[in-house]
C-alpha cells in the first residue's frame, strides 16, 4: 500500500499559539485512521488544515502525491477529499434531499442524476425516510448523519470525519459504524476520523494518532496505543476522572 | 427546460394558464387606467424576479439595483438620441455596461470577502456614486434629465420600441414570462443549487466544491444584466429619464418590496408582491384623494403600516402561505 495522504512537518499557529505543532503522520490507501486527543489538542485545526481552510505555516501536505497545501477548500473537494463539521453545516432550509444533491452535483452531470446519487446514500444511511423535511428540523443524529451522507455525495476519495458519533446513542453508534465499514470496503473509501468515541475507534480504525498540545505523542494500532502510558495520562486517564 | 417545470402540479399548471390568458386578454376588457397598473405590476415582477436570484436564492441583498436599471436606461437613450443605434442593439450594450459594473462591485466584495450588510452597504455606495455622477454629468442631461423624442413619425416604429400603450404592455408581459422562465431554469439547475447552498452555508458550500466567488459573480451577472434590460425598457416606455428618480435608493426599495412581500427565494414570489404592492399604491393614493386626505407623507404612512401588518402576518412571504391555502405547492422533483 501506498500513502495517499501525507502530512508531513506541519505547524499552523494562531496569534503566538501554536495550535498544530510539526505534526507529522501519513494515511494509506484503503485505511480507517483515527485521531484522537484530548480538547484542544489541535484535531479540528489539523482537519481544517487538509480541508483547506488555513494553509500551514509551515510543513506540507501531499494527497496523491501532488502538494494540496494552501489551496482553496473547494479545489480540495474537487480533488477528492470531503469532510464533515464537527459543528454540524446543513443547509437548513433546504430539504434532506437537497442537501446531499447539492454535494453530488459536484461530479453528476445534472440535477436528475445528482438526486439519484443523492438518494442512493440517503437509503445507505437510513435517512430516505426524512428526504422531504427541512434539515433545519432534523435532530442532532440525523443531522451528524446528513452531514456525512453529504460528504458522501462528492465521491470522494478520503473522507475526513470530525466526530461524527458524538450525541449518537450505542446502537446508533453501531449502525454508523457498520455503514463506514461497508463503505471503506465496497467502495475503497480511505477515511480519517476524529472520534471521542472509543468504541468506534477501537472497532473501525486500522491505526491511531494521538495529538496532545498540537504535537503528536503516540501512533499505532488501536490495542497498542490505548496502552501507552503518555497516551492514558493525557487523554485516556484524563477521561476517567471525568 | 423539462426540469424546470417539474415543480408544477397539476393544480398548479391550471392556475398559471389562467393567470396567462387573463393577462394575455386583459387589454381587451379592461380600460386603460386598469391596464396601466397592470404594466406596472408586470414589470415590477420582471425587476422583482431579477433581484430576487441575486437575494432570494444567492442570499446577496443588493440595496443598489437602481444603478443597473439606470446604466441599462442611460446608455440606450443616449445611443438612440445620439447616435441613433437602435434600442435592439443597445440592449447588449446596456446588460455589458451593468455586468461591468457589477463585476467591478464583486470584485471589491468577494476579493476582500466584505459579507453580509456590508456588501448591501457597498451596493448603495456604487448606486450613489453614479447617480451623483449622472446628477453633475452634462453629456448624460444632469439633474435637468434626458429626453427621447416623442414624434407621431416614429410611434409605429416598434423595432425602436416606439409604439403605443398595448405594445408597451406586451412588451412588460413577455418580459414578466421570460423572467419567471429565467428564474425556473435557474432554480432547476446545478448553478441554482450553487446560489441555494451559499445562501444556506458558504463554508458548508465550499466544502462540498461550490466555488463561491465564481457562484456569487454569475448570480450577480444574471441579476445586473436582467435588470439593465429592465431599463432600457423604461427609457423607451417613459421618453424621461432623471438621476433623482431612475437612479435613487428609493427605486432600489421599490424593486426589492415586491419580491419580499411575496416570498423571498421563491418563483411566485415576485409576481404576486408586485401585483399586491402596485394595486395597493394607486389604489391608496385614489382612496386618499377620494376621502379629502391629500396631505403629504400620509400615503407612505397608511402605506408603510399596511405593509408592516403584511409581514407581521406572513413573515416569509404572501406566496408560501397562498400556495398552501389555494393547495398549490410545488411538488418535489
Same mark, same amino acid.
Given at each position: 500500500m501506498t500513502a495517499l495522504l501525507e502530512v508531513v512537518d506541519v505547524v499552523k499557529r494562531f496569534r503566538g499559539l501554536t495550535a498544530v505543532d510539526s505534526v507529522s503522520l501519513s494515511v494509506e490507501d484503503g485505511e480507517i485512521f483515527a485521531i484522537i486527543g484530548p480538547n484542544g489538542a489541535g484535531k479540528t485545526t489539523l482537519f481544517n488544515l487538509i480541508a483547506g481552510v488555513y494553509a500551514p505555516d509551515e510543513g506540507e501536505i501531499r494527497y496523491a502525491g501532488a502538494r494540496i497545501d494552501g489551496q482553496e477548500p473547494e479545489q480540495i473537494c474537487a480533488a477528492g477529499i470531503a469532510r464533515t463539521f464537527q459543528i454540524v453545516k446543513p443547509f437548513p432550509d433546504l430539504s434532506v434531499r437537497d442537501n446531499v444533491?447539492?454535494? %453530488?452535483?459536484?461530479?453528476?452531470?445534472?440535477?436528475?442524476? @445528482? #438526486?439519484?446519487?443523492?438518494?442512493?446514500?440517503?437509503?445507505?444511511?437510513?435517512?430516505?425516510?426524512k428526504s422531504a423535511q427541512k434539515a433545519g428540523s432534523l435532530t442532532l443524529p440525523d443531522r451528524k448523519r446528513l452531514e456525512v451522507a453529504r460528504a458522501l455525495a462528492t465521491k470522494p476519495r478520503i473522507i475526513l470525519l470530525d466526530e461524527v458519533m458524538a450525541g449518537l446513542r450505542p446502537t446508533e453508534t453501531d449502525r454508523m459504524v457498520g455503514v463506514l465499514r461497508e463503505i471503506n470496503r465496497h467502495e475503497k473509501l480511505t477515511i480519517v476520523m476524529i472520534e471521542h468515541v472509543m468504541r468506534a475507534v477501537m472497532a473501525l480504525a486500522d491505526r491511531v494518532h494521538v495529538l496532545h498540545h498540537g504535537a503528536s505523542i503516540a501512533e499505532g494500532a488501536p490495542q497498542e496505543v490505548t496502552k501507552d502510558a503518555r497516551v492514558i495520562e493525557s487523554y485516556l486517564g484524563m477521561k476517567a476522572t471525568h | 427546460m423539462k426540469g424546470a417545470l417539474s415543480f408544477l402540479t397539476p393544480r398548479s399548471t391550471i392556475a398559471l394558464l389562467v393567470c396567462c390568458v387573463a393577462l394575455l386578454i386583459a387589454p381587451?376588457?379592461?380600460? #386603460?387606467?386598469?391596464?396601466?397598473?397592470?404594466?406596472?405590476?408586470?414589470?415590477?415582477?420582471? $425587476?422583482?424576479?431579477?433581484?430576487?436570484?441575486?437575494?432570494?436564492?444567492? /442570499?446577496?441583498? +443588493?440595496?443598489?439595483?437602481? =444603478?443597473?436599471?439606470?446604466?441599462?436606461?442611460?446608455? +440606450?437613450?443616449?445611443?438612440?438620441?445620439?447616435?441613433?443605434?437602435?434600442?435592439?442593439? +443597445?440592449?447588449?450594450?446596456?446588460?455589458? $455596461? @451593468?455586468?461591468?459594473?457589477?463585476? $467591478?462591485?464583486?470584485?471589491?466584495?468577494?476579493?476582500?470577502?466584505?459579507?453580509?450588510?456590508?456588501?448591501?452597504?457597498?451596493?448603495?455606495?456604487?448606486?450613489?456614486?453614479?447617480?451623483?455622477?449622472?446628477?453633475?454629468? *452634462?453629456?448624460?442631461?444632469?439633474?435637468?434629465?434626458?429626453?427621447?423624442?416623442?414624434?407621431?413619425?416614429?410611434?409605429?416604429?416598434?423595432?425602436?420600441?416606439?409604439?403605443? *400603450?398595448?405594445?408597451?404592455?406586451?412588451? @412588460?408581459?413577455?418580459?414578466?414570462?421570460?423572467?419567471?422562465?429565467? %428564474?425556473?431554469?435557474?432554480? +432547476?439547475?446545478?448553478? !441554482?443549487?450553487?446560489?441555494?447552498?451559499? #445562501?444556506?452555508?458558504?463554508?458548508?458550500?465550499?466544502?462540498? /466544491?461550490?466555488?463561491?466567488?465564481?457562484?456569487?459573480f454569475l448570480a450577480l451577472f444574471i441579476s445586473a444584466a436582467m435588470t439593465a434590460v429592465g431599463g432600457v425598457y423604461l427609457a423607451f416606455w417613459t421618453n424621461n429619464l432623471f438621476p433623482a428618480q431612475i437612479l435613487e435608493t428609493s427605486k432600489s426599495i421599490e424593486i426589492i418590496l415586491a419580491p419580499i412581500i411575496g416570498?423571498? !427565494?421563491?418563483?411566485?414570489? *415576485?409576481?404576486?408582491?408586485?401585483?399586491?404592492?402596485?394595486?395597493?399604491?394607486?389604489?391608496?393614493?385614489?382612496?386618499? #384623494?377620494?376621502?379629502? =386626505?391629500?396631505?403629504?407623507?400620509?400615503?407612505?404612512?397608511?402605506?408603510?403600516?399596511?405593509?408592516?401588518?403584511?409581514?407581521?402576518?406572513?413573515?416569509?412571504?404572501?406566496? *408560501?402561505?397562498? @400556495?398552501r391555502k389555494l393547495g398549490l405547492e410545488a411538488r418535489e422533483p
Open positions: 444533491a447539492i454535494g %453530488a452535483m459536484l461530479r453528476a452531470p445534472d440535477m436528475t442524476a @445528482a #438526486r439519484a446519487q443523492g438518494d442512493e446514500i440517503l437509503r445507505k444511511l437510513d435517512l430516505f425516510d | 381587451f376588457i379592461v380600460d #386603460r387606467y386598469t391596464l396601466s397598473i397592470i404594466l406596472l405590476a408586470l414589470l415590477g415582477t420582471y $425587476l422583482g424576479q431579477a433581484w430576487n436570484i441575486l437575494m432570494g436564492y444567492c /442570499g446577496l441583498l +443588493s440595496l443598489g439595483h437602481a =444603478l443597473y436599471l439606470g446604466l441599462g436606461a442611460y446608455a +440606450s437613450a443616449i445611443l438612440f438620441v445620439n447616435y441613433g443605434v437602435g434600442p435592439w442593439l +443597445s440592449v447588449f450594450v446596456a446588460m455589458a $455596461l @451593468a455586468v461591468g459594473a457589477a463585476a $467591478l462591485l464583486g470584485w471589491l466584495g468577494f476579493r476582500f470577502r466584505i459579507e453580509g450588510v456590508y456588501f448591501s452597504l457597498l451596493t448603495i455606495a456604487f448606486a450613489e456614486i453614479v447617480r451623483i455622477g449622472f446628477d453633475n454629468w *452634462p453629456f448624460v442631461g444632469g439633474a435637468a434629465g434626458f429626453f427621447l423624442p416623442v414624434n407621431a413619425s416614429l410611434s409605429h416604429q416598434w423595432w425602436n420600441l416606439r409604439g403605443g *400603450p398595448l405594445f408597451f404592455y406586451y412588451l @412588460a408581459l413577455l418580459m414578466a414570462a421570460v423572467s419567471l422562465v429565467i %428564474a425556473a431554469v435557474l432554480r +432547476s439547475s446545478k448553478l !441554482g443549487y450553487a446560489f441555494l447552498a451559499i #445562501r444556506e452555508d458558504p463554508q458548508a458550500a465550499r466544502a462540498l /466544491g461550490v466555488d463561491i466567488n465564481r457562484t456569487r416570498g423571498l !427565494g421563491t418563483l411566485m414570489g *415576485p409576481f404576486v408582491g408586485a401585483f399586491l404592492l402596485v394595486p395597493l399604491g394607486s389604489a391608496l393614493t385614489d382612496g386618499l #384623494r377620494a376621502i379629502g =386626505l391629500s396631505a403629504p407623507g400620509v400615503k407612505a404612512l397608511v402605506y408603510g403600516l399596511i405593509l408592516m401588518a403584511i409581514i407581521a402576518a406572513t413573515p416569509n412571504g404572501i406566496w *408560501p402561505w397562498l @400556495a
